[in-house]
């Protein structure tokens, strides 16, 4: 888009904002997937967005390796990633909600394993049933979302929908686990991603990869061409697009826009433009739960940053703690001054090492004073330059006028409430100003007081 | 090691940031400014430098004192002071008492900045509310104490009376007639390059464009601005008595690139800052060709500075939606 680049036949990209962090990747991307399993497990029952999870097992009891240990009314279940004793049912940590029930199992191999086999005929189920699976697999969307998965394929009657875009974008600096997938798993990503497209009745399916991630865009493309996938009923239509390396391209509706040039309007889903969109990861284990009826028990995340001794890409058990990771990482330095859950963009920072991966946990990050930003903030100097990054159009730069003036209420015509909180605003603002957090504090003001005037 | 230590910072994200920082855009621009006072300093000798510090402590001395009196963070070093001073100096004739611009740089950085809260939140380019104080304090000193340039043959002979559009002003025809039979055949060369009689820092084009070449390369400053205000100025040149001397002189390039662009006092997006520029441009026609003054891109800029506000209003950033209305 810019001057320099004209002529140049440009990748796909959205239309607007954006910014393009060092990517640091390369401490993580040549790393495969390591396995990783602790002695034992605590895991947080809320793992998805919705209603709050019920314990179903008790202190003592004997787990096998999937079964059912807390289940949500009309959400998904959380299942047991390891067999063993519960060793806990009580309040504890979480990385988002600061406490939560907590269940502990320690570890025990079953006699009886489960294997999870692949199960014969899969392909022919009947969709009800697809959908039965991927919900009793506890499935929920990986990228960082964790809405419940099957919510999200259940299709409103009379959606029209005619794309399935699956999201390989990975946007987020120092991550690895998605391209480490795609790398590793390519033949359960792709088919995963077949799985979906005949779950909504789509014949177009176009996965997004960053131009960053070429050799992963290319593992696909030969999967996808080595699969024999027109064999299989229905047909789809797959296709590897490569776009621009720009954050937030992994964002639902910038990555609908680079893929298929359309708007979701204000307020709406990728869906009113006839799109779902689906991470890669998640199309990974919606395979898993159809295919082998095997529900959510591990994910893989990418263990990075400065900070740590030995960066990795681990799959492990959801519950292992930050404390377990970090021993069989070598430790980190004593200048590591975060410790982040996430991406460094839209991660979160956590206060103690007991905090558990959940289904959401896409990374751990640990940054060093050199790596991040500890700037105290100045007054706003009026550049625009956040105004020219939000990927939205919006006006962070008066938001956080008016919220440091306390008018958070007159706030609203300046885009709070379109905003997603991606953070290429306050990245790039030269004062350091926390724009996304007083976007933040405007939106929950706007809730206390529509909660009030009800 | 790796226990969990005291040192571990909680925030809400994002935990990177680019490298800018307000002081290394501050300090960028008084880069980009130098070559112009290299400049003046070969064609008008060292008294400029005399005169850019004394303006420069003047505007450094008021923001500390500014400072403490708010009881606010000290910003002194963060470049912004030592870029109005620059600035301030780059409008005034090089051969003024070196003690005025003190005077004028402390009363603008005071009075613009200091009493508005400190950088960010004044309406005014300082620079130019301390030129026009001092036209007002001290009128003779401001318009009489040229110096002719060692450089070059255009003013030679016009000494230290006024600059060429000021004699054009009040001598009409004839002493533009006059002007260039004493300046010669490279009269053009001579006022692009900057051999000639004027402000310390405007008198070379091809110097501001240098540095103006630096803050765009940076992404410091964008296009939309400047080529409006020059757009803005040329509709009016034909105007003139002399279109080619009104677009070479009067603090045009150093206006446009430098004071206009000031990121607190002009719009922010593309549309408002080209109302902006194109607004500075044809107001600084109409006072030259039929106001009071012989310059006026000044007084051009303040008076837009004044809409700045309202062009962020009225010129909003598109919205990623179809109709890219925002709410
Ligand atoms: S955090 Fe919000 S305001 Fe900031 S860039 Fe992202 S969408 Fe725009
Ligand atoms: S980037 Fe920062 S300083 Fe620039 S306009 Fe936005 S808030 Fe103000």
């Given amino acids: 888009m810019s001057f320099f680049s004209w002529g140049k036949a440009a990748l796909p990209t959205f239309s607007r904002g954006g910014i393009h962090p060092d990517e640091h990747k390369e401490l993580t991307e040549d790393l495969p997937i390591e396995a990783f399993t602790p002695t034992t497990v605590s895991l947080p029952v809320s793992q998805s967005l919705g209603a709050p999870a019920e314990p179903s097992v008790v202190k003592a009891a004997k787990v096998k390796r999937g079964d059912v240990i807390a289940t949500v009314p009309g959400g998904v279940s959380l299942h047991a990633p390891v067999s063993g004793i519960i060793k806990n049912v009580q309040t504890g940590p979480h990385a988002a909600l600061v406490y939560d029930t907590v269940i502990t199992i320690q570890a025990k191999a079953a006699e009886d394993e489960p294997e999870f086999a692949e199960e014969a005929g899969w392909q022919d189920l009947p969709i009800a049933q697809m959908l039965e699976r991927i919900r009793d697999g506890g499935v929920v969307g990986l990228g960082g979302a964790t809405f419940p998965t099957y919510r999200k394929l259940m299709l409103p009657k009379g959606a029209k929908v005619d794309t399935l875009v699956i999201n390989g974008s990975e946007c987020e600096p120092y991550l690895t686990c998605d391209y480490r997938l795609m790398l590793e798993e390519s033949d359960k990503v792709v088919l995963g991603s077949w799985l979906i497209a005949k779950i909504i009745g789509v014949a177009n399916c176009v996965i997004g990869v960053e131009d960053n991630k070429q050799p992963a865009a290319e593992k696909m493309r030969q999967t996808i061409a080595a699969l024999g996938l027109e064999k299989l009923e229905p047909k789809v239509r797959m296709s590897v697009v490569v776009t621009q390396t720009r954050y937030p391209q992994g964002s639902e509706k910038q990555l609908v826009q680079s893929l298929t040039g359309r708007l979701v309007p204000k307020g709406g889903l990728p869906l009113s433009v006839g799109v779902v969109v689906q991470n890669v990861a998640t199309a990974y284990a919606c395979l898993e739960a159809v295919r082998n009826r095997k529900p959510v028990l591990e994910r893989v995340l990418t263990v990075s940053g400065l900070g740590i001794k030995t960066p990795k890409n681990l799959r492990v058990p959801i519950g292992t703690s930050v404390e377990d990771i970090v021993a069989h990482c070598g430790g980190y330095s004593a200048d590591t001054v975060k410790i982040l859950t996430g991406g460094p963009m839209m991660g979160r920072t956590i206060a103690d090492l007991d905090i558990a991966v959940t289904k959401g946990t896409s990374g751990l990050l640990f940054l060093t004073a050199a790596e991040t930003s500890l700037d105290g903030y100045q007054a706003c100097i009026s550049c625009g330059a956040c105004v020219d990054a939000c990927p939205m159009g919006l006006e962070p730069n008066r938001v956080s006028q008016y919220m440091e003036a306390g008018r958070p209420l007159e706030t609203e015509r300046f885009g709070v409430k379109e905003c997603f909180e991606c953070g290429c605003c306050s990245y790039s603002c030269p004062a350091k100003r926390p724009l996304v957090q007083f976007m933040q504090v405007a939106k929950a003001t706007y809730r206390r007081h529509e909660r009030k005037s009800k | ?327």
Avoid at chain 2, 82 to 94: D, E, K, N, R, W
Avoid at chain 2, 299 to 307: D, E, G, P
């Fill in chain 2, 1 to 327: 090691m790796s226990e969990s230590s005291p040192t571990l910072h909680l925030s809400s994200g994002p935990h990177i940031a680019s490298g800018r920082s307000t002081a290394q855009i501050m300090w960028m621009v008084n880069l980009s400014l130098v070559p112009a006072l290299l400049w003046a300093w070969a064609v008008f000798g060292p008294v400029v430098l005399a005169i850019a510090v004394s303006s420069i402590l003047g505007c450094v001395v008021a923001e500390a004192a500014a400072c403490k009196i708010a009881k606010t963070a000290m910003t002194v070093f963060d470049g912004s002071a030592v870029c109005s001073g620059l600035l301030l100096a780059y409008t005034l004739p090089p051969g003024m008492p070196i003690w005025m611009p003190f005077i004028g740089g402390m009363l603008a950085m005071f009075f613009t900045k200091g009493m508005f809260g400190g950088l960010g939140y004044n309406i005014f380019n300082v620079a130019l509310v301390g030129r026009a104080m001092m036209m007002a304090t001290f009128p003779v000193e401001m318009t009489t104490r040229w110096v002719a340039p060692h450089l070059g043959a255009a003013g030679v002979d016009t000494i230290s009376a006024a600059t060429a559009l000021a004699q054009i002003k009040l001598g009409g025809e004839a002493a533009l007639a006059k002007l260039l039979a004493a300046a010669g055949d490279g009269v053009w060369f001579d006022y692009f390059v900057g051999m000639r009689a004027g402000s310390i820092g405007e008198v070379s084009a091809v110097m501001i464009l240098l540095g103006a070449a630096f803050l765009l390369w940076k992404g410091i400053i964008k296009l939309y601005i400047p080529i409006s205000v020059l757009a803005g100025v040329a509709l009016l040149a034909p105007f003139s008595l002399s279109p080619g001397l009104y677009m070479l002189s009067g603090g045009i390039w150093l206006g446009a690139f430098f004071m206009a662009t000031d990121y607190v006092t002009s719009p922010i997006t593309p549309k408002g800052q080209i109302i902006f520029g194109l607004g500075i441009g044809l107001l600084t026609g109409i006072i030259r060709n039929w106001g009071g003054y012989p310059e006026g891109i000044c007084y051009a800029i303040m008076l837009m500075n004044i809409l700045t506000p309202a062009l962020n209003d009225w010129f909003r950033p598109k919205r990623l939606t179809a109709d890219g209305v925002p709410s």
